[in-house]
């Protein structure tokens, strides 16, 4: 795109958001939200009071923070260890998961479906 092209591009763009901040600016909503906070603030000076001190005097539960949602990892059952041995050699693995080295060298070896025979527990 050459410069000309991105100038004037931008120069719509910000055209529109003037025109757009213009239209909130007559808004009757946000001059009663305007009024409200500078109000508020002031009253907040008065007393020497901060937002953080109302939000605790509204809400006190509101200032500690709490987990957003329960962690399902506390719910969750351990998961079992499994013992493989492989017959060749002897050698016993014990896991919970199946990213042991071992016992992905024996599946890259062997096959995933002669090393799961292998399982004892």
Do not use: C
């Amino acid at each position: 795109m050459s410069k000309l092209a991105e100038f004037r591009q931008l120069e719509k763009h910000l055209a529109e958001q003037l025109q757009a901040l213009e239209t909130l600016k007559g808004d009757a909503g946000l001059k009663q939200e305007i009024e409200f906070e500078t109000k508020l603030r002031a009253l907040l000076a008065k007393y020497g009071f901060s937002l953080r001190d109302i939000v605790n005097l509204l809400d006190p539960k509101a200032g500690r923070h709490a987990p957003a949602a329960e962690s399902k990892s506390s719910t969750r059952k351990p998961r079992q260890v499994k013992v493989y041995k492989n017959p060749e050699t002897g050698e016993v693995v014990e896991t919970k998961g199946g990213n042991h080295r071992t016992l992905k060298e024996w599946k890259a070896k062997y096959g995933s479906d002669t090393v799961e025979s292998w399982l004892t527990k």
